[in-house]
Nanobody
Framework: QVQLVESGGGYVQAGGSLRLSCAASGRAFSTYDMGWFRQAPGTEREFVAAIKWNRNTDYADSVKGRFTISRDAAKNTVSLQMNSLKPEDTAVYYC???????????????WGRGTQVTVSS
């Protein structure tokens, strides 16, 4: 059974940093893309960042230059380093894995339950 478990969320002041991690289990994920999405209250879930099976990365324009995604293939983990956080980054952050090679929600097959990130002004 595939499981994704996020950790590292919390409360931080604007300008601060947080590091999210996601541990994947249940199968080998070396051929999977791994990504992060987020959902703020009253909005739809949106793409944040992805790291492909070949280590190429994609970022939403809103986080470019502030967030960095990385993965450890041996440990089946994906991390999201978030710097220069803004109040508008406040959301529940979800880890996802998939093999459809895209950055849309339908491109990801498995999802974590999410971790809350709150950025105060």
């Amino acid at each position: 059974q595939v499981q994704l478990v996020e950790s590292g969320g919390g409360y931080v002041q604007a300008g601060g940093s947080l590091r999210l991690s996601c541990a994947a289990s249940g199968r080998a994920f070396s051929t999977y893309d791994m990504g992060w999405f987020r959902q703020a209250p009253g909005t739809e879930r949106e793409f944040v960042a992805a790291i492909k099976w070949n280590r190429n990365t994609d970022y939403a324009d809103s986080v470019k230059g502030r967030f960095t995604i990385s993965r450890d293939a041996a440990k089946n983990t994906v991390s999201l380093q978030m710097n220069s956080l803004k109040p508008e980054d406040t959301a529940v952050y979800y880890c996802a894995v998939g093999r459809k090679r895209g950055i849309r929600e339908p491109d990801y097959d498995y999802w974590g339950r999410g971790t809350q990130v709150t950025v105060s002004s």
